[in-house]
């Protein structure tokens, strides 16, 4: 094992055990004890060594949702820009917060030009999308799509700030965050055309409204949509299974009545040849009559 994964460990640990104290948490006698024993030591031993990765690992367990590299990220951040300051700052510290916000305020934008336009009404909300035709078609889909991604931002956002609560936000976690609001988009689309808006209300002129919050809806609880569409799939999936088993079971059964069938008439051709040689060997032995 090298120095320089011993150095990232044992820095690591120091900024692991700074959280824990900065959060007013016990730190583990143990930890202290191996951390002491691996900077005195001269020559770092298997012992140490091994003392210094059960340290790191229980530090782990106890920082949790946090890790090591967040910390670390966070601690970086603020020695560039201090704990507290003004908006600016805090974009600043955080560039991924500014990708995101844009992209909500984009959204925001979509969705107030296209409930602008005409052609987002109540009529053309309460069809679906495939009844829809033309710009009609693009400009509601646009309307849904825009109000998604606002839900799905809002999610994103809220996530963030909680993980950015307990240090647990780190830039790798980008991506995940993207397709998040990806989801959000498609989940909120899905969900407010799968609804049917007259299961809700009879009242057209409130079409408008009923397709908004579900769109919002379905964009911030994406997870939710994906587990309905999850549930819909294992459905199907087990009624085609029972359906299969089903004709398995009855396969086998046709078969062995089907044998037994033909059994039983090769018996009744064999019985059949056996009473005609009875009768042809009766008519040879009697006596001819007077």
């Known amino acids: 094992m090298n120095k320089k994964t011993l150095d990232k460990c044992m820095s690591e640990i120091e900024v692991m055990i700074g959280h824990l104290t900065e959060l007013g948490k016990e730190v583990p006698a143990s930890v202290l004890f191996s951390v002491h024993e691996y900077t005195e030591a001269v020559q ?46 805090i974009l600043g510290k955080y560039p991924c917060l500014n990708s995101f916000i844009l992209f909500g305020f ?16 109540s009529d053309s909300l309460a069809l679906s999308l495939l009844a829809s035709k033309g710009s009609v078609m693009i400009r509601n889909f646009f309307f849904l799509a825009s109000a ?87 459905t199907v999936e087990m009624m085609l299974q029972g359906g299969e088993t089903v004709e398995n079971r009855l ?5 062995d009545a089907s044998q037994m069938l033909s059994t039983q008439k090769e018996q009744l051709r064999k019985m059949e040849a056996i009473s005609k040689k009875l009768a042809k060997h009766h008519r040879k032995s009697s006596p001819p009559s007077q």
């Open 106 to 121: 984009v959204a925001l934008t979509g969705l107030l030009v296209t409930a602008f336009s005409k052609e987002v009404n």
């Open 148 to 234: 998604s991604a606002i839900g799905a931002t809002f999610l994103v956002l809220s996530d963030i700030k909680a993980e950015l609560d307990v240090k647990a936000y780190h830039p790798d976690q980008n991506p995940s965050h993207r397709f998040t609001i990806i989801l959000g988009i498609l989940g909120g689309v899905l969900l407010s055309e799968l609804i049917p808006i007259s299961g809700i209300t009879q009242e057209i002129h409130v079409a408008e409204g009923q397709k908004l919050v579900l769109a919002l809806l379905g964009g911030f609880s994406s997870k939710i949509v994906l587990r309905f569409i999850e549930k819909i799939r294992k």
């Open 44 to 89: 770092h031993t298997y012992k140490h060594k091994r003392m210094l990765f059960e340290a790191h690992n229980t530090l782990s367990l106890l920082v949790f949702p946090a890790t090591p590299k967040s910390i670390l990220f966070h601690c970086e951040r603020v020695d560039m820009f201090g704990k507290s300051g003004t908006l600016r700052k």
């Open 251 to 255: 396969k086998p059964a046709s078969q």
